[in-house]
């Protein structure tokens, strides 16, 4: 019997699924249980004018102005708290003008 991760089938759609993910033009991102980033795609680094280097292992405290981080967090917490989807909408600047963005938050399990 073989294992998922060894299957080229297996490999082959995780690699589709990244490439997928990096390309898409909204913002995606992965955080662990500690609201700690674990992935962001392109468009959150062009967004938000970061690297993945400057994010990744990072809380939002240590990245965002404190009101944006407490509003990310808080709704982190709710979504850890309910394991339901939790949308929240918020406006910021960017490239000098005001953008109004609207963030669905979705819990995602791995196989454990």
């Not at 004018?49 to 709704?75: C, H, M, N």
Request: proline share 5%; glycine share 2%.
């Amino acid at each position: 019997m073989t294992s998922l991760s060894d299957d080229p089938k297996s490999n082959l759609y995780s690699d589709l699924l990244k490439i997928a993910i990096q390309n898409s033009p909204d913002l995606i991102w992965l955080k662990d249980l500690n609201c700690k980033y674990l992935m962001i795609n392109h468009s959150f680094e062009k967004f938000y004018k970061l690297s993945a280097s400057e994010v990744i292992g990072k809380g939002d405290e240590e990245i965002f102005p404190f009101e944006l981080s407490e509003r990310f967090l808080t709704s982190d917490k709710e979504v850890l708290q309910t394991n339901k989807p939790v949308t929240i909408q918020f406006t910021t600047i960017h490239d000098i003008d005001p953008r109004t963005i609207t963030t669905i938050k979705s819990p995602i399990y791995d196989a454990d």
